[in-house]
């Protein structure tokens, strides 16, 4: 009975994170696509930068994607988290509306 | 491959999207909009990003500057890495205020201003007419590829030459066939979504396919292409071209990333085409996955464009002159189509947004304001006016596309006309997200703000681009395009942040800020109200807007929503606050706010009707908070009403039993008394015999009556209709006549009695004869039950404090088993065999009510070395008067 509502705060707390990561990631992404240039554009500029520049992109395209699976999961999670926590304390009621009913039987 | 082949190839593919479009507005039409609401659908119509400029121009763009031509790809990456909590929020809240486009959005932010829209409808007039030139220059650069490689004769020439106006008029006429259908709530047009789906499809194979031949056809792999490039970038002229200027860089990623919000195509595409937030969740990622794979080829067919093709050849056109050189002709077929469908989805989207604002902006509300009449005189459809003012409006975006196409004639001056057009629109951003996020931001300051970027881009890109003035001379090394770019956005974005701290945005304003930054739904404001004859009038300007049924439908749903039938709900401000919205999502916020202003007669929003609504809105709060606490209230009854459910069924089970049990009790002499008397009727009997069985009828018959008496006596006592004989009582004395009472009982049994008389002495305030009943009831039963071989009989008597008294009335007995205990109190609870016990059982029930009705109670005490009883008495009962000053009393 303890874990339910730990498991509902594990969900929740993981998708407001997943939001925070979502909020940074624009930030990482502009920050690694300026910086290079400024630092050193002659690196950048010809046939290395085109490996460098399309690797990156390829990554936070991977990011985006896996942070936007990550959060829908982690939404049907705390979805479902609070339905078993509505379920579970629904059972609880009626347990203990069952013992009352025995003990006033008893009376 | 033969010219005639091309354009029959190409009119074949125009068949085809006219095709999927109407299919598309079929389906829609009847309600399948599943497939067509599908998120990847909604992506790939995104790429109308990608235009022919980045089609064809990315590739001679790359081709001078190297890695740059990216930052066009970067910026909506970036933007697109946020999709999760910007974009979202963005869609969220134009869905919510049915906003049609960008100027749209901004007007209805700041205070459903009408001129500030009219005012970024012609920036994006002015960017976007050099930029439909633009394409329709790629369409004819295109077709001109392949006439003068086949058919260099005059004729054809001709042919190619008008490609301009035949692509134009085509353009213009599939925009009004799918773009102007309707003037629903809200704007969607699958159809055209649904093909410009389709041409992104296109587009993106043509590239690949191009690419992929490239780089392991023309090349030998990636490696190889690799070394090219490096190869390449060993000359110097191209080294220096190639070469990131970090400014430019950023200018140009900055302004890539506004542009993918702000242009009207992409918010249209973006936003109003949207039907909720929910797929960006996939466009988010799939989206700049496209732009990676219309850029990842780019390099490549540049660097071999220029290794392979003639030193005059035109970079723009590499995509289609590299696979027809190579005598690629399907493949450059394939391009070509690519090439087209890129130039034709931006023209069809952008001329559809442009036409929104142009009609919603401009044309509509010059209409209204010029025939001002007496609020519901006006009769006119203004659904068919609205509609033709956008048909109009497309026929002169696109035709002032083509005019501004056969005027500057060069393909040079068109080529920087996509950066103008992104510059230009990303002087609407700052305004945007300020009013997206900053509630202070106000309509003065969207005004200096707008202005000074419009103003500054004016001067300092668009007019230089079109070669009227020129960038001042700047210091060596500083770009003039990123010069311009910072310059502009800056002074625009301080002069909206200065002018909106020290301006004071109107009531209206206010609402909207709220709604729009906190992304609620806007608060309803009382307005005053003419009475419920505006209804009719208001139906009558709806119907106007959305034509006969659909007004009606509306109508006839919001008179539903409160209850009422027909049509004409009441003014509520809650219906027209819906009904504006709604309307807005047809001819913009401020023209359907002055409208219905005009004809519900509306009074100015002022100061106090906002702290009014404050007020409300605590209300409101205040409400929620009192529903939810009576919902709890109603919870707890519901508990409290179930729990009296299941007594009132115990009880109707408890009495169903005593029935049986009373029956049973009632049957059991009255069996014997028949079957005796029936033997005393046999005539051959003794005298002797006669008597005993008289004797037993008798016995018999005397049981019957005690039971009759007990069960009255109990019901008398449970209905609470006993009436007190109330007087002061020496529990000494009773406790005598108890046992002498009691003595009759089992009367061959001798018991030692056990008192302690000084103690006994105690007066109290009660019904005697009620009191001397228990005492006779509990006393006798110990006669009945105790089973000890020299039975003693304990009474001790204890005064209470503050008053009342106690009897302990107990045997040394076996006593009574502990699972029994609470049972003994129940009627016929009779413990051993009946007829041993000779009793009813109903004796203990009895003394409990007794106790009950003098306001003491009898219990049974555990653990004594016996039965023991406790009778505990107040110093008075409940209620009661003394004997002879209650009312009624003999």
């Known amino acids: 009975m303890p874990d339910r509502p730990l498991f509902l705060e594990r969900a929740s707390f993981r998708r407001r994170r997943l939001g925070d990561a979502a909020r940074v990631l624009p930030v990482i992404a502009v920050l690694s696509v300026l910086v290079p240039v400024w630092w050193m554009p002659r690196e950048v500029s010809f046939a290395s930068g085109a490996v460098w520049l399309f690797c990156l992109w390829a990554a936070m395209i991977l990011a985006v994607w896996l942070l936007h699976r990550a959060l829908l999961r982690a939404e049907a999670a705390t979805l479902r988290a609070e339905a078993e926590v509505a379920d579970a304390a629904g059972v609880a009621r009626a347990t203990q509306e069952e013992r009352s009913e025995r003990n006033g039987d008893a009376l | 491959m033969p010219f005639e082949t091309l354009v029959a190839g190409c009119l074949a593919y125009v068949v085809l999207m006219f095709g999927v479009a109407f299919a598309a507005d079929r389906a829609a039409a009847?309600?399948?909009v599943r497939w067509l609401d599908h998120p990847l659908i909604y992506t790939l119509s995104l790429s109308v990003y990608c235009s022919a400029w980045t089609f064809y121009g990315a590739v001679g763009y790359a081709s001078r500057s190297g890695l740059e031509f990216a930052t066009i790809y970067l910026g909506p990456t970036v933007v697109f890495a946020g999709a999760w909590w910007g974009l979202r929020r963005l869609v969220r809240v134009a869905r919510m205020h049915h906003v049609t486009s960008i100027a749209d959005l901004i007007s209805a932010r700041f205070g459903k201003s009408n001129p500030l829209a009219a005012l970024i409808t012609l920036i994006?007039?002015?960017?976007?007419?050099?930029?439909?030139?633009?394409?329709?220059?790629?369409?004819?650069?295109?077709?001109?590829?392949?006439?003068?490689?086949?058919?260099?004769?005059?004729?054809?020439?001709?042919?190619?030459?008008?490609?301009?106006?035949?692509?134009?008029a085509g353009l213009a006429l599939f925009t009004i066939l799918f773009g102007t259908r309707n003037l629903a709530a809200d704007e969607r047009h699958h159809g055209v979504v649904t093909a410009i789906a389709l041409e992104a499809l296109v587009k993106l194979l043509a590239?690949?396919?191009?690419?992929?031949?490239?780089?392991?056809?023309?090349?030998?792999?990636?490696?190889?292409?690799?070394?090219?490039?490096?190869?390449?970038?060993?000359?110097?002229?191209?080294?220096?071209?190639?070469?990131?200027?970090?400014?430019?860089w950023t200018a140009l990623i900055l302004v890539a990333a506004a542009a993918v919000v702000t242009l009207p195509r992409m918010f249209q595409v973006m936003v109003v085409e949207a039907a909720d937030e929910d797929r960006l969740h996939v466009a988010g990622w799939a989206f700049p996955a496209y732009l990676f794979a219309m850029s990842l080829f780019v390099l490549p067919i540049a660097v071999m464009g220029r290794e392979l093709l003639p030193a005059d050849a035109n970079p723009d056109l590499f995509v289609l002159t590299l696979p027809a050189a190579s005598g690629q002709n399907l493949l450059a077929f394939l391009v070509f189509l690519g090439g087209f469908s890129a130039a034709t989805s931006m023209v069809v989207v952008c001329a559809i947004a442009l036409a929104t604002m142009i009609s919603n902006h401009w044309i509509v509300p010059f209409w209204l304001g010029l025939r001002r009449r007496p609020a519901g005189e006006d009769t006119e459809d203004l659904r068919g006016f609205v509609l033709n003012a956008r048909r109009l409006a497309i026929l002169a975006v696109v035709g002032a596309g083509w005019v501004y196409h056969e005027a500057s004639g060069g393909a040079a001056a068109l080529a920087a006309m996509g950066l103008v057009a992104f510059t230009g629109m990303a002087q609407v951003l700052p305004v945007m997200l300020g009013g997206l996020m900053w509630r202070g931001a106000n309509r003065q300051g969207a005004y200096a703000g707008f202005g000074i970027g419009f103003a500054l881009w004016m001067l300092l890109i668009f007019l230089p681009s079109v070669g009227i003035g020129k960038v001042p001379e700047l210091p060596q090394g500083v770009d003039p395009l990123a010069f311009s770019i910072f310059v502009a956005l800056t002074l625009n974005t301080v002069a909206f942040i200065t002018v909106s701290i020290f301006g004071l945005p109107d009531p209206v304003e206010r609402l909207q800020g709220l709604s729009f930054v906190s992304a609620v739904e806007p608060i309803r404001h009382s307005r005053m109200m003419r009475g419920d004859d505006?209804?009719?009038?208001?139906?009558?300007?709806?119907?106007?807007?959305?034509?006969?049924?659909?007004?009606?439908?509306?109508?006839?749903?919001?008179?539903?929503?409160?209850?009422k039938s027909g049509y004409l709900p009441d003014m509520t401000p809650n219906f027209l606050t819906r009904l504006e919205r709604r309307l807005a999502g047809s001819i913009g916020a401020a023209t359907a706010h002055a409208m219905i202003d005009r004809v519900a007669g509306g009074v100015a929003l002022t100061v106090s009707d906002l702290l009014e609504v404050a007020d409300e809105a605590q209300r409101a709060k205040e409400e929620t908070q009192r529903l939810e606490n009576a919902t709890s209230e109603l919870a707890r009854t519901a508990t409290q009403l179930r729990e009296a459910n299941d007594k009132l069924t115990a009880l109707s089970v408890q009495k169903d039993a005593f029935l049986g049990q009373i029956s049973h009790e009632l049957r059991?002499?009255?069996?014997?008394?028949?079957?005796?008397?029936?033997?005393?009727?046999?005539?051959?009997l003794s005298e002797e015999e006669r008597a005993r069985f008289a004797g037993i009828i008798h016995a018999e018959a005397g049981r019957l009556t005690r039971l009759l008496d007990d069960l009255l006596d109990l019901s008398v006592l449970e209905s609470g209709g006993t009436q007190l004989q109330l007087g002061v009582a020496n529990l000494h004395d009773l406790i005598d006549r108890a046992l002498d009472a009691a003595s009759a009982t089992r009367p061959e049994r001798v018991f030692t009695i056990d008192r302690d008389l000084p103690s006994e002495h105690v007066a109290v305030i009660t019904d005697a004869d009620r009191l001397l009943q228990v005492l006779i009831n509990v006393v006798s039963n110990a006669r009945k039950y105790c089973d000890a071989a020299r039975p003693v009989l304990g009474i001790r008597v204890r005064r209470l404090h503050p008053g009342g008294a106690q009897i302990d009335i107990f045997d040394n007995g076996a006593g009574i088993e502990a699972g029994r205990q609470a049972l003994i109190f129940e009627k016929f609870a009779r413990l051993n065999d009946p007829s041993r016990a000779g009793g009813a059982g109903l004796g203990l029930a009895i003394c409990r009510e007794i106790m009950a009705v003098l306001g003491g109670d009898i219990a049974y005490l555990?653990?004594?070395?016996?039965?023991?009883?406790?009778?505990?008495?107040?110093?008075?009962p409940p209620g009661g008067t003394l004997r002879g000053t209650l009312p009624g009393q003999e």
């Open chain 2, 30 to 32: 009847r309600g399948r």
């Open chain 2, 862 to 876: 555990p653990g004594q070395g016996g039965a023991a009883f406790r009778i505990t008495l107040p110093a008075r």
């Open chain 2, 668 to 684: 059991t002499p009255m069996t014997s008394v028949r079957a005796f008397s029936e033997i005393l009727m046999t005539p051959d």
């Open chain 2, 124 to 168: 994006a007039v002015i960017a976007a007419t050099p930029y439909i030139a633009l394409q329709l220059q790629s369409v004819r650069l295109s077709f001109e590829v392949f006439a003068t490689d086949d058919a260099p004769d005059a004729a054809l020439n001709g042919v190619a030459g008008g490609t301009g106006l035949w692509v134009a």
């Open chain 2, 207 to 248: 590239f690949l396919a191009l690419g992929i031949f490239v780089v392991w056809g023309l090349a030998d792999g990636p490696a190889d292409m690799l070394a090219r490039i490096a190869r390449a970038t060993d000359d110097p002229v191209i080294a220096e071209g190639w070469l990131l200027k970090p400014d430019r």
């Open chain 2, 534 to 563: 505006r209804a009719e009038p208001l139906l009558a300007m709806t119907r106007r807007v959305w034509g006969a049924d659909a007004a009606l439908r509306f109508f006839q749903a919001e008179a539903a929503a409160q209850g």
